[in-house]
């Protein structure tokens, strides 16, 4: 039985979060159906993280086994973006050693939330657009407040099957990039629902309604319903997934 990484982007609109689900379509359904066509076996694909109901994926990266040990990068890519929905997008497939594990052995995740400050029509399903104007200074302070701390249960789903809330947050911060801000998070890992409840509840910093006591305060107490409410999925994307180099190195530049 051999491994194989495929690397891929998703526009999440269409899908009820990246896995299976009854009664509802996902990502990893759509990619179990494709790509088993193309190898012509059952394959079930494992995702190197679950993305909510709307969200996107800049950059993702997932697993498969298979007993064909000689399948052609390009041209496996080449079929399946033939007829996978034109949400999706396969970049690379590549063998990994069996132990070698998409979500497992991942050591870093990246996510990006996209805001704009007025009504963009071209952005409406892809960004998030601010009711009121916002302190951004102030949001990257509590931005940094992130990083002296490793427990985010205040910033967790209710009722997850985890065995710890514990994140270790290595970067945070917003930047005003083409017309757009963005705040770009990075860590070892991330909990339900994590980061659209942190970005809810640093605009509350930004409005005013926190301050950056305040905003301490809400991670110390570990509470999810002293935070803000979680943002919008449509302007949250996975945009980076990091392994160690003798297990994986990426085949694509990252967009």
Same mark, same amino acid.
Request: aromatic share 12%.
């Given at each position: 039985?051999?491994?194989?990484?495929?690397?891929?982007?998703?526009?999440?609109?269409?899908?009820?979060?990246?896995?299976?689900?009854? %009664?509802? +379509?996902?990502?990893?359904?759509?990619?179990?159906?494709?790509?088993?066509?193309?190898?012509?076996?059952?394959?079930?694909?494992?995702?190197?993280? #679950?993305?909510?109901?709307?969200?996107?994926?800049?950059?993702?990266?997932?697993?498969?086994?298979?007993?064909?040990?000689? +399948?052609?990068?390009?041209?496996?890519?080449? &079929?399946?973006?033939?007829?996978?929905?034109?949400?999706?997008?396969?970049?690379?497939?590549?063998?990994?050693?069996?132990?070698?594990?998409?979500?497992?052995?991942?050591?870093? #995740?990246?996510?990006?939330?996209?805001?704009?400050? &007025?009504?963009?029509?071209?952005?409406?399903?892809?960004?998030?657009?601010?009711?009121?104007?916002?302190?951004?200074? /102030?949001? %990257?302070?509590?931005?940094?407040?992130?990083?002296?701390?490793?427990?985010?249960?205040?910033?967790?789903? /209710?009722?997850?099957?985890?065995?710890?809330? @514990?994140?270790?947050?290595?970067?945070?911060?917003?930047? /005003?990039?083409?017309?757009?801000?963005?705040? !770009?998070?990075?860590?070892?890992?991330?909990?339900? @629902?994590?980061?659209?409840?942190?970005?809810? !509840?640093?605009?509350?910093?930004?409005?005013?309604?926190? !301050? +950056?006591?305040?905003?301490?305060?809400?991670?110390?107490? &570990?509470?999810?319903?002293?935070?803000? !409410?979680?943002?919008?999925?449509?302007?949250?994307?996975?945009?980076?997934?990091?392994?160690?180099?003798?297990?994986?190195?990426?085949?694509? &530049?990252? +967009?």
């Amino acid at each position: 039985m051999m491994r194989y990484f495929i690397e891929l982007a998703y526009n999440g609109k269409n899908y009820h979060g990246w896995q299976i689900q009854p %009664n509802a +379509i996902s990502v990893q359904e759509v990619l179990n159906d494709c790509i088993s066509k193309v190898v012509r076996e059952k394959v079930n694909v494992v995702g190197c993280g #679950r993305t909510d109901t709307g969200v996107h994926a800049s950059y993702f990266v997932a697993h498969f086994d298979c007993e064909n040990d000689s +399948i052609d990068s390009s041209q496996f890519c080449y &079929k399946l973006n033939r007829f996978i929905p034109k949400d999706i997008a396969i970049y690379s497939l590549t063998k990994v050693e069996g132990e070698t594990h998409s979500r497992f052995s991942a050591v870093s #995740r990246t996510y990006e939330y996209h805001l704009v400050e &007025k009504k963009n029509p071209f952005l409406q399903e892809l960004a998030y657009q601010a009711p009121v104007a916002l302190d951004f200074n /102030l949001m %990257n302070q509590a931005a940094q407040v992130l990083l002296d701390y490793i427990d985010f249960t205040s910033f967790s789903k /209710l009722h997850t099957d985890v065995k710890t809330n @514990n994140c270790k947050v290595v970067y945070a911060k917003w930047e /005003l990039l083409n017309g757009k801000w963005i705040f !770009t998070i990075k860590a070892d890992r991330f909990l339900r @629902n994590m980061v659209r409840a942190i970005v809810g !509840t640093l605009l509350e910093v930004g409005r005013g309604k926190m !301050t +950056i006591e305040q905003f301490r305060d809400v991670i110390a107490t &570990k509470d999810r319903g002293v935070a803000g !409410t979680s943002a919008p999925a449509q302007a949250l994307y996975l945009v980076d997934v990091g392994y160690p180099d003798d297990l994986f190195v990426s085949q694509i &530049k990252k +967009i």
